[in-house]
């Protein structure tokens, strides 16, 4: 998980993916928030904590900025000092629908969390930042990688004259 503490932290477009034994302790919290810092957490999936997904310490007001994020799959998805943000500032609790390709998260085409981050945060190609690591400014222009791919010359021609070269990252 991440833990953040100091006053203006940013965690931006991530997929925080915690697996792993409920007795633990705190590093199988998905994020631990120190409350009474002011920060932003934004545009992330975080999923599968074998204990809290967004965790506060401390006293005092939350100050954190907590907005367009999946948090989902953990026991519980939020601390009772932050309260279950589902449904307020774009957060949603859905499965968020990887691709078939281990361990790369990026977001199968029929993904929830296509086009539902921050609308002031935009992708590459202009639309709507997506929720996770591969959304955002700094994301890749491929933006849902395919598990495959068919090249089928055309019919009426024998001989391909000249090269192709692709750059695929799957």
Do not use: H
């Not at 705190?26 to 074998?50: C, H, K, R």
Request: glycine share 14%; hydrophobic share 35%.
């Amino acid at each position: 998980g991440v833990r953040a503490g100091g006053p203006g932290t940013s965690i931006l477009n991530n997929v925080i993916i915690t697996v792993g034994d409920t007795n633990a302790g705190y590093q199988q919290t998905g994020v631990g928030l120190s409350v009474n810092n002011a920060g932003l957490l934004e545009n992330n999936v975080i999923a599968y904590a074998g204990r809290t997904g967004i965790n506060g310490s401390g006293t005092g007001a939350l100050v954190f900025t907590i907005r367009y994020n999946d948090v989902f799959g953990s026991r519980p998805d939020y601390s009772d000092s932050i309260g279950d943000r589902t449904g307020e500032a774009g957060n949603v609790s859905v499965a968020p629908l990887f691709s078939d390709n281990p361990g790369l998260f990026y977001l199968a085409s029929d993904s929830p969390l296509i086009d539902a981050g921050s609308p002031s945060v935009l992708d590459p190609d202009g639309t709507r930042s997506d929720i996770g690591m591969y959304g955002g400014p700094y994301a890749t222009d491929v933006r849902y990688a395919p598990a495959s791919f068919d090249l089928t010359a055309p019919a009426d021609s024998a001989t391909v004259l000249g090269s192709v070269t692709f750059d695929w990252k799957a």
